[in-house]
Protein backbone atom coordinates (compact mmCIF):
# COMPACT_ATOMS: atom_id res chain seq x y z
CA UNK A 1 0.00 0.00 0.00
CA UNK A 2 1.58 3.33 -1.20
CA UNK A 3 1.06 6.14 1.21
CA UNK A 4 1.38 10.07 -0.42
CA UNK A 5 4.05 11.87 2.38
CA UNK A 6 1.28 14.16 2.02
CA UNK A 7 -1.17 12.46 3.74
CA UNK A 8 1.22 10.46 6.55
CA UNK A 9 1.95 14.19 7.76
CA UNK A 10 -1.35 15.30 7.60
CA UNK A 11 -2.76 12.29 9.87
CA UNK A 12 0.17 12.47 11.67
CA UNK A 13 -0.39 16.22 12.17
CA UNK A 14 -3.65 15.62 13.40
CA UNK A 15 -2.83 12.70 15.80
CA UNK A 16 -0.54 15.21 17.80
CA UNK A 17 -3.45 17.98 18.31
CA UNK A 18 -5.84 15.34 20.18
CA UNK A 19 -3.04 15.50 22.98
CA UNK A 20 -4.56 17.38 25.33
CA UNK A 21 -3.13 20.30 27.95
CA UNK A 22 -1.12 18.35 30.73
CA UNK A 23 -0.69 15.07 28.42
CA UNK A 24 2.18 13.96 26.50
CA UNK A 25 2.64 10.70 23.75
CA UNK A 26 6.05 9.14 22.39
CA UNK A 27 6.34 9.32 18.75
CA UNK A 28 6.14 6.18 18.30
CA UNK A 29 2.41 5.93 19.87
CA UNK A 30 1.64 8.89 18.09
CA UNK A 31 2.50 6.88 14.37
CA UNK A 32 0.47 3.76 15.49
CA UNK A 33 -2.44 6.15 16.54
CA UNK A 34 -2.61 7.28 13.56
CA UNK A 35 -2.10 4.26 11.48
CA UNK A 36 1.38 3.68 10.94
CA UNK A 37 3.04 1.97 13.31
CA UNK A 38 6.71 2.08 12.98
CA UNK A 39 6.78 5.53 11.49
CA UNK A 40 8.08 7.35 14.61
CA UNK A 41 10.94 8.98 12.60
CA UNK A 42 8.22 10.53 10.51
CA UNK A 43 6.22 12.31 13.41
CA UNK A 44 9.61 13.73 13.94
CA UNK A 45 10.01 15.11 10.41
CA UNK A 46 6.06 16.38 10.68
CA UNK A 47 7.13 18.62 13.42
CA UNK A 48 9.89 19.98 12.22
CA UNK A 49 8.05 20.64 8.69
CA UNK A 50 4.60 22.16 10.48
CA UNK A 51 3.55 25.26 12.34
CA UNK A 52 1.46 25.45 15.06
CA UNK A 53 1.51 21.79 16.57
CA UNK A 54 1.70 21.55 20.24
CA UNK A 55 5.38 20.13 20.09
CA UNK A 56 6.24 20.21 23.70
CA UNK A 57 3.82 17.03 24.26
CA UNK A 58 6.42 14.71 22.11
CA UNK A 59 8.65 12.71 24.13
CA UNK A 60 10.53 10.05 23.40
CA UNK A 61 10.10 6.36 24.65
CA UNK A 62 9.61 6.20 28.98
CA UNK A 63 9.03 10.32 28.58
CA UNK A 64 12.29 11.57 27.74
CA UNK A 65 13.02 15.18 26.18
CA UNK A 66 14.73 14.07 22.97
CA UNK A 67 15.57 17.65 22.17
CA UNK A 68 18.85 19.39 23.12
CA UNK A 69 20.16 22.53 24.04
CA UNK A 70 17.71 25.69 24.58
CA UNK A 71 14.68 23.62 22.76
CA UNK A 72 14.99 20.95 25.77
CA UNK A 73 14.91 23.42 28.25
CA UNK A 74 12.06 25.38 26.39
CA UNK A 75 10.45 21.99 26.14
CA UNK A 76 10.51 21.49 29.79
CA UNK A 77 9.59 24.62 30.87
CA UNK A 78 5.89 24.36 28.46
CA UNK A 79 5.23 21.32 29.86
CA UNK A 80 5.91 22.29 33.15
CA UNK A 81 3.78 25.18 32.87
CA UNK A 82 0.91 22.81 31.19
CA UNK A 83 1.47 21.11 35.32
CA UNK A 84 3.35 17.98 33.70
CA UNK A 85 5.37 16.50 36.58
CA UNK A 86 8.65 15.07 36.08
CA UNK A 87 10.79 12.49 37.59
CA UNK A 88 14.15 13.40 37.87
CA UNK A 89 14.66 14.20 33.67
CA UNK A 90 11.78 12.02 32.50
CA UNK A 91 7.95 12.93 32.35
CA UNK A 92 6.21 10.94 34.67
CA UNK A 93 4.36 8.74 32.09
CA UNK A 94 2.13 7.14 34.64
CA UNK A 95 0.47 10.24 35.58
CA UNK A 96 0.57 11.83 31.82
CA UNK A 97 0.35 10.02 28.88
CA UNK A 98 -2.11 10.43 26.71
CA UNK A 99 -3.84 7.15 25.59
CA UNK A 100 -5.38 7.73 22.41
CA UNK A 101 -9.38 6.04 21.94
CA UNK A 102 -9.01 2.63 20.21
CA UNK A 103 -4.95 2.97 19.37
CA UNK A 104 -3.44 -0.56 20.01
CA UNK A 105 -0.43 -0.49 22.28
CA UNK A 106 2.55 -1.96 21.31
CA UNK A 107 3.12 -6.16 22.15
CA UNK A 108 5.97 -5.17 25.02
CA UNK A 109 3.32 -2.87 26.53
CA UNK A 110 0.56 -4.98 27.26
CA UNK A 111 0.74 -7.05 29.93
CA UNK A 112 -0.09 -10.29 30.59
CA UNK A 113 -2.98 -11.44 33.01
CA UNK A 114 -1.18 -14.34 35.82
CA UNK A 115 -1.48 -17.96 35.37
Do not use: C
Not at 68 to 88: H, N, Y
Amino acid sequence: MHVSPRNLQSRIAATIRKIPRGKVSTYGAIARAAGYPGAARQVAATLRRSFGLPWQRVVGAGGAIKLTGDSAIEQRLRLEAESVAFRGRKVDMKKHEYQFPGAKKKRSEIRRKPA
